[in-house]
Structure formats: C-alpha cells, structure tokens
C-alpha cells in the first residue's frame, strides 16, 4: 500500500513541474514575441509620454488607426487597442493611463463597431488582465490556457512569413498582407441607441469628463455587408453619469467609398497599413480640424 501512494506522489509530483515548466516556457516565449504582450509592456513603461490623443477599442482599431501617421501630422498619439478587448478593458486601460502618467490626453478615440461588436461584455482581455495591478492569480491565469490564442498566433508566424512581418508602432498592428472583400451591401442602419445605452462607454466619459479629455466615438469602417446607410455625423451623446462623447459613424456606405475592396483588407474587416492610412488621412480630416485642434491643445 506504501509503495502504491508513493508511486502515486511521485506521479503527481512530475506531472505538477511539467505543468509548471511547461507553462513558464510558453509564458516567457509569448511574452517576448507576442505583438499584444510587447504593446502592453511598452504602454507600462513609458517615460513622461505627452500624448494628444489615446486610441481604444478593439482590434479594428487597433488595425484601423495609424497613429503614427497621426503623429507625423503633429497630433502626437498612441495606439491602446487590443484584440478581443472589451468596452470594460478600454475603461480599464484609461484609468490606468491616467493615474500612471501626469500629462493627460486631449482627446480619446474609442473605436467600435456596433454592426460587428458586442457593447456589454463584462470580460476582460486576457493580456491586461494578466498583467494588471491587483489582479489575483488562479487556475484560470495558466498561461497555456489563457493565452491559447497567441500560441497560434506563434504557429503562424513561424510557417506564414506574412504574419512575420507584422509589426507595432505608436501602438497599431501594421501588415502589409490582403485579403479582398467580396461582400455584396445589405441595407444597415447604425445602431445608435447601442451607443447611448453602453455601461461601460458612459464610464469611459465621466472619466474622460473629470479629466478634461474630449471623448471622440468612432464607428469604425466594415466590409460591404456591415455598412450603414445612415449619416456620417457628428452625433452628441450625453450620458447620465457625466460627460459627453461625440459619435463619427465612419461605416457609412458613401464615407467608405475610399477603400480599395481587393487592396485594402487583412481580413474580417480589418484594414491592412494602407486601408489603415487612407482612412486615418480622412479620420485626421474629419475629426481634427487643425485651426480647432490647435486651439485645444495650446
């Protein structure tokens, strides 16, 4: 009977440093090569950044906004979205942002789509998570578990040399890879009420409100089938904890006439880097007026 239990300590004993092993390798792997892991470590050490405008949202945001290009148009800005994220991620991240750094933005750029997205996800993206301050460690942070989805995000880039060539900077996910959009239009409207009634977007602006930030709603351009025939905007949301928010609806089927169907998609609408600046030039051309924005910023 001795000799049974101690085989089968023995057995568990192996199979928890595996694990632990195991585990701990992938870990320090994805946290070194995946794209989300290294934004996130950047966003955490930045030193005294002067950001004007903080991108959010998910990742068609974080596809979709160059901000570099942004910057190199005097509108220094950086690029928070993660994929998977949540509305409640985004609110997160801010207040993180504003507590960490002294010099606060003038603008934040939330960018959704309500076509394609969900408003009312409690969760919490997976990497921010992991990685924020008080966050309690359990059974469900193992690393093999939780970030599955960057173990194949790994497998890609070490068969498929385009994914290799995606890169961060200022924050958004750049490649160079297309996938056409074959899509036929389906006649949409925007969902505005969804906007108006999202939780965590109006604790986005009371926060944005008591920090003197300007709050900029995007809705971000889909494929075909996801666009809207409804008014690009602007549209002045008011929400009842505080704060307002300004709505650009940027899927208009006429405003998306800019993209290229067979050039300008990576795929589920998310544009490539060049999708990417051609919306981000009629973004900056929209939304950022400059003699108005020169005015806010002195």
């Avoid at 966003?43 to 903080?54: A, Q």
Wanted: glycine share 6%; aromatic share 16%.
């Amino acid at each position: 009977m001795k000799f049974l239990i101690r085989k089968i300590l023995l057995f568990f004993s192996f199979f928890f440093l595996f694990t632990v092993i195991i585990n701990t390798v992938f870990l320090l792997i994805i946290a070194l090569t995946d794209w989300d892991f290294v934004k996130r470590r950047e966003s955490l050490k930045f030193n005294e950044p002067s950001f004007k405008v903080l991108v959010l949202g998910t990742s068609l945001a974080e596809y979709g906004i160059d901000t570099e290009f942004l910057s190199a148009n005097d509108i220094e800005s950086y690029n928070l979205s993660f994929v998977g994220s949540s509305i409640r991620t985004n609110y997160i991240q801010l207040e993180e942002y504003l507590s960490r750094y002294q010099v606060k933005p003038d603008y934040v750029l939330l960018g959704m789509n309500s076509f394609l997205e969900r408003f009312d996800n409690e969760g919490i993206q997976p990497v921010v998570e992991f990685t924020m301050k008080g966050h309690r460690y359990g059974i469900k942070d193992l690393p093999i578990s939780k970030f599955n989805w960057a173990g194949m995000e790994l497998i890609k880039k070490l068969f498929r040399s385009k994914y290799r060539q995606t890169y961060v900077s200022f924050g958004q996910k750049k490649c160079t890879y297309y996938l056409p959009d074959k899509s036929g239009f389906i006649e949409n409207f925007l969902d505005l009420q969804k906007y108006k009634s999202a939780y965590w977007i109006g604790k986005i602006s009371q926060l944005c409100y008591s920090n003197g930030i300007s709050l900029i709603l995007i809705e971000m351009p889909g494929v075909n089938e996801t666009q809207n025939i409804s008014p690009v905007g602007p549209y002045e949301i008011e929400y009842n904890m505080g704060g307002m928010a300004t709505l650009f609806n940027f899927n208009n089927r006429d405003f998306c006439d800019f993209i290229n169907d067979d050039a300008d998609w990576a795929g589920l609408s998310h544009f490539n880097m060049y999708g990417a600046q051609k919306f981000t030039s009629r973004l900056l051309d929209t939304v950022f007026v400059k003699q108005d924005f020169a005015a806010a910023v002195q």
